[in-house]
């Protein structure tokens, strides 16, 4: 079965870094567009990052546009978002995400704090 897993979440200084990974099972990882998502206090989820099969990211969230870079390898079934200049809007709850056909499948989250 298909089976994503986070990591890499924490508690940050507003400015500092931090790079988030999914690792992917169950599924073909290679053949899948991968995205991240995020969910921050009292707000809906919503896309961040996508990236191709191919390499090739897609979509970043205005928001989040020339901060953050989203990143694969298929050698290793992951896929990653570094994070960069962080702000305290940017706390939420940071999930990966792979679309199969009419499916979500989504991992159990990591959670990621920006404060001082």
């Known amino acids: 079965q298909v089976q994503l897993v986070e990591s890499g979440g924490g508690l940050v200084q507003p400015g500092g870094s931090r790079r988030l990974s999914c690792v992917a099972s169950g599924f073909s990882f290679r053949d899948y567009t991968m995205g991240w998502y995020r969910e921050g206090p009292g707000k809906e989820r919503e896309l961040v990052a996508k990236i191709t099969e191919f390499g090739l990211p897609t979509k970043y969230a205005d928001s989040v546009k020339g901060r953050f870079t989203i990143s694969r390898d298929n050698a290793k079934n992951t896929v990653y978002l570094q994070m960069n200049s962080l702000k305290p809007d940017d706390t939420a709850m940071y999930y990966c995400?792979?679309?199969?056909?009419?499916?979500?499948?989504w991992g159990q989250g990591t959670q990621v704090t920006v404060s001082s």
């Open positions: 995400n792979v679309l199969q056909g009419l499916r979500n499948y």
